[in-house]
Every structure is written in structure tokens, then in C-alpha cells.
């Protein structure tokens, strides 16, 4: 909305926007405050009055309709300097510092303390209209503040609260140089990240205080939030930051970002899936979830309704309470102009209302799992050439779990969060956060490694538990005498992989009793090494070890999904009971178990091609199955399909980003 100074545009846009409403079943708005074009600079004396003005006329014209009303300012910090410089120095606030050396001009530091009296008292003043919600924007952060590289958090007074934390006076430049040294992390970096989160803490308290006293406790603080591996670079503590949010009322509300702002390839909805999954793992109970879809520049040219409408999908089955839609451009002034998008908001209700009735927060996710720790970022080992460069370092310590979840969703291979799923998956520096009692832990179950992960725990003394006598990361540019240019990976029977775009490879020396399902060669055919392995170990746990170092370049393919559901199989052992999804590219599975003891299967297609899915699903084979076809903004209807020995197969084909819910009753143990 925009501060008018003309009540009757502002009354006429809110009654535009509860006429939509009315007509879609949306229950509760969000305004944004000076958002996006209407930005001018953080809101102080009588443009701030304009607003508080223009939000307390808007908000009685909603609740007067029935609706809920939420709030949520534009700038915390701020995002971005887009030319509003000068502004920062106007109000006295510090700027935000890169690890560079440069400063922002719109952009305040956490440590500053005129900026942190500012937000407190913004955020009451508009605590007293009576919102349900205040939202913290997802500027509430360090990283990404353009036009810094990196982001903030090198300032100078928050160079002064490191030193009272380190005893010592350190310069912007030796700090630097430290937390993104190579090797073995230099103590300074998690202290950087304490101070950093410290900071933050402090100010969520305070506003929390400060809008459940303005609002006699009616109102709640809530947060949206970025990416958790490069939150973890920033040292946050979830659980810490959520009972921040939650002074003075112990209730907060969290609106996670997961969706692109435009147009995606289907495939992308793996990382979707996974992005909610992970976030419902983190959530305390006493903080509600509303997961936003973005839309930019907010027009049906920027995002097509297919895919909001799967992406909608996406969030009842993590259980979210509700979920925050773009969808209107914020130039746009009255929702009644935008009839496409009304359009969207009605068709979409009856699958999202079919979803909601059968998945909440609480149910058990069911697949692989793919663990995470929110301090990973502290135990990233940097190589010389990533510490080359201070914030690309800092962009090489987020270690994100998502490129594990990818491989296995894209291939059929459903996922959880859940620390106590009989098989995981570890990929990357994150296993360099595992202690060592929680990998004895993993290596006892079904354990699936890349290469990064492997040489890890070689390195750490694992190597008998995981078949492995020796394991060295070789690059593509080596120069080790007989590394030669790893370029394919050979499977029995004549079927090739590629390898040739992964920056480097690990080679495995495996120990005689290993099986080794593929070897790699060199473009003229001559062995490199093997490609991956299994090994039984000595602790009754199995282990598959891919030479691969990044999954996001691996290509995909019929044989490589064979080769990945081969390898869930053994990792199950004499138990298996996941379903795995094939019959056409980008199948993707979503399982639960319901209380009622009902397993739910939902699989999307993340292909332009439509698809008639097949399910392996050992213990369910000769179960009876319901399916129901959930397709984009259409009413869901019961859809035909056969059950074999093997499990269901889909009798009809699985439109683009549809999807296909199978229920089926849990077998007795």
C-alpha cells in the first residue's frame, strides 16, 4: 500500500483488496510499509506519521471485513542502497561495513545503538494500531546487502565488540584474514559469529519487548528468513533467535523464504520441498509457519500460476499454519485491477484445502536423511584458493545440505529431516560439524558419502568403518603425477556416466573387502579409479561412497537413477520400506506417516513432460492404495492405478508440476 494523503484512495484501495478476499477465502492481509518503489529511506517524523496514518485507516477498513491484519515494515537494516544515500547520515545511524572496507549509505549496523532506538520505537508505534503480526523483513540479516560484497558486520563499533570479546584490539583487515584463513578454522571465526549473533539477538529482544507492551500482548513478533547455510556463516542460533522473538508474548511467527521470485524450471521444487522440510524440523512449537511465495516484479509475466499453484502445494504438505502470497504488484494500488490473480487465489483453494486436512507440522516425514547443523559454517576447512579472495571465502563457508536432497528427490528418492531416519545422506563440509560419537552413530545405519565427506572421515580415522584405506581429493587441474583428466564413469554392462564437470574428484583406495560398483576413466579409456563403493561394516552399518565432490554437477539420468536407488536399497539392508519413484525424469516424493496410521505418498512432476509414475515400494506392494490427482488449480478428483508386486503404477499421466497422492495403510510390524 502507499501513504496517501488522501483518505478516500487509501479507504477505496482496502476495500478493493477485502472485496478479493471475500471472493478467494483469504483470511488475513499483510501491508507492507514503504515497499520496494515507494521506499524512500528509513521512516522518521512526518513520513513516518503519513504511514502510521495510512496503515490504521487500511487496517479498520479490513478488520471491519472480517479480516486478520498484519504489518510488516519494509526495512529492518535495511536492503539495499538503490541510490537512497545520504539518508543514513540524515539520521545519524552507523552503516554497515563489508568485509572489504566499504560502507553502505542506506544501511545501518546491528551495533548501532541510534539505529537499534529507531527500529524499537518504529515497531511499537505500529504495535498500537492493533496488528496481529509485526514482521521483521528478511534484511533482519548480515549477508546480501547490495551494493556490499558479502554484506556487513565489519564495522567499526562492531570491531569494538569483538575486541571486548577477544581481549585484544583487531583491525577489519586481520579479522578478516582470519576467519576465512585456510585449514583448520582459526578461533576467531566463531567468535565473530557470537558477536554477530549477539548483536542480533539483542535488538530482536528488544523490539519483541517493545511491541508486546505497545499492543498489550496482542501482537506477536515475527521473522522472514533467508537461506540456513548462509545463516549459519553469520553464526545464528534458531532456537536462540526464536525465543528472542517471542519476548513478552511466547508466541512468534516465522515466514521462511523458499520459492524463486520468477519462472523456474520444475526441478527446482526438490530444493523447495527440502527448504520447508528442513525449516519444520527447526521450528519450536510455540512459533507459527508462513511460508512465502514471492513474485517479481509481481506480474503473470514474472511467474506463471502452474507454478505458484505448485508451490502452494508444496507448503500444506510441510503442515504450514499459513502462507504469505506476492502476487499483487506493490505499484499496482487496487487489487481489483488484477482479475488474473483473483483468478489464481479462487482456483487454488480446493487442492490446497484437500492437502491441509490430511498433513500437518507434526507428522513423521519419512525418507533418507540429510542431517544439518546450524554451526557448520564454524568447522568449514578453506582451501588456499577459496581464501584468496575475503568474501567469496565468506560465501564458501555456507554449507548447504540442499544439493544431497536434490540428488536424491530429482531421483525419486523421498527425504527427511528426521536425525533418527535409518539411512542418511552426507555430502560436503558439513560432516566436518559431526563429532565423532554421531558419526559412530551414522556408520551404525545406511550411510550414503560424496567424496568431500569421505575424505573427511578418512582423514578423521573412519576410513576402516567406511571400506576406504586412503582417499585423496584430486582436481581437475592436477599436476600429481598419474591424476590424468577424469572424464567417465564406467557401470557394469557397458552403460557411462559423466564426470567431466566436477571441479575435482576424490580417489578412493578401497579396502579389499569393498565392492566397487563403478570405475572412472580418463577420455582415452584408461582407469582412474572407482566411482563409488559399498562396504558392510564392522559395526552392522553399511556405506556408499560416490567419488563425485558436487552433486549439483552431476547429469542426470535413467542409469544414475538406477545407480542411486540401488544404493538406498543396500543402505536399507534386510529392511527395506522407502518408496522409490521412477517412470519419467524429476518424480518427486513427499512421505508421511499420518496419525491415523495412514502412509501418505506424494509425488510431483518436476518435468515439462508428462509421466505415469511407478513405485517401488517393498512393504506396500499388495496393500490396498487410494490415489487421488491434485492438478494445477483444479478441483482434486480419485485417479486409477494398478497395484503389482513391484507397488502402484499410475494408470494415468502425471501432468507438469501435478501431483499424485497415495494413501495406503501402514503394515503391522
Known sequence: MHADADPAVVTADATALAKVCAETGVEEVVLLTAAEEAFPGHLTGPEEQSWLTATR????????AGLSVSLNPWVTVGHADRGRGGRLDRLGFAPMVSPDGEAATAQASFAC??????????YGRFAELGFRVLWLEDDFRYHNHAPLRWGGGFEPLMLERFAERAGVAVGREELVAAVTAPGEPHPWRALLQQVWREAQLEVARAVATEVAQRSGGQARLGLMSSGLDVASVEGRDWRALFDALASGTGRAAHRPHFAPYSDAPGRELSRQLWSLELQRSLRPDFVESAPEIENWPHTAWSKSDTQTWSELAATQLAGSDAVLLNVHPMHGRRADRFPRVTDLLRRSRPGLDWLAERYDRGQPRLGVGIPFRQDAAAHVRLDARQAADPATALDALAVDPAPAADL????????????????QAVFGQLVEALDDAEVSRLLRGGL???????????????????????????DRESDLEGAGPYAEEHLPGGEVLSVNMQPALARLGQLPDADVWTQIRTPDGQPWGAGR?????????????????????????????RLVHGAVRFLEGDAPRLPLVSGGPYLMPYHIRAADGVLRLAIANGSADPARPVVDWPRNGAQHVDATLLLPLAEPRPTPITVDPQGPRAAEELPHRAWLVLEAAAPTE
Do not use: K, M
Open 448 to 474: 550414503l558419502l560424496d567424496g568431500v565427506a569421505a575424505e573427511a572421515l578418512v582423514r578423521r580415522g573412519f576410513g576402516p568403518l567406511l571400506g576406504l584405506e586412503a582417499v585423496a581429493l584430486v
Open 113 to 122: 545503538p541510534r539505529w537499534r532506538e529507531w527500529i524499537v520505537g518504529h
Open 408 to 423: 536424491l528427490l530429482r531421483y525419486g528418492v523421498p527425504v527427511t529431516a528426521a536425525a533418527d531416519a535409518p539411512v
Open 57 to 64: 485507516l487500511a487496517r479498520e477498513v479490513l478488520a471491519d
Open 533 to 561: 563403493t559399498a562396504f558392510r561394516n564392522s559395526l552392522g552399518g553399511r556405506v556408499v561412497v560416490l567419488a563425485a565432490t558436487d552433486a549439483t554437477l552431476l547429469p542426470y539420468d535413467d542409469a544414475g537413477q
